[in-house]
């Protein structure tokens, strides 16, 4: 059995999994979300698209980061510039090295 082909520029496949508590957003992913308009001032997110509820469903999940290579929010690596998209469980991740 062979895996199907990753999408064009997708490197890794990388699986979403439950935590009781999302890792903290470092520094870097809060002004790049302040950035984009995806966080307030007071830190308070506001993703387009992302309700309350899947955001708050969102907070308990995150990644084991290929690219940064530790646990990070799933909040995070959603807004990542490598995040292509989420099926079934799994970020498909460019795969690019990140600067942070
Ligand atoms: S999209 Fe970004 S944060 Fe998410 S796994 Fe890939 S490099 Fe890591």
Known sequence: MSDSPLPE???HLV???PVE???KLTDEAKKELQSVGMMDDKGKLKIKGVSPKM???M???AVD???LQK???FVQCYVCRNFHSRISGKVYC????LTY
Do not use: D, F, N
Request: glycine share 8%; net charge positive.
């Open 15 to 17: 699986p979403v999994k």
């Open 21 to 23: 508590k999302a890792p």
């Open 94 to 97: 460019k795969g690019e090295p």
């Open 9 to 11: 520029g997708v490197k």
């Open 65 to 67: 980061c290929p690219v």
């Open 55 to 57: 955001l708050k469903r």
């Open 59 to 61: 907070k308990q999940e």
């Open 71 to 73: 646990e990070i929010a």
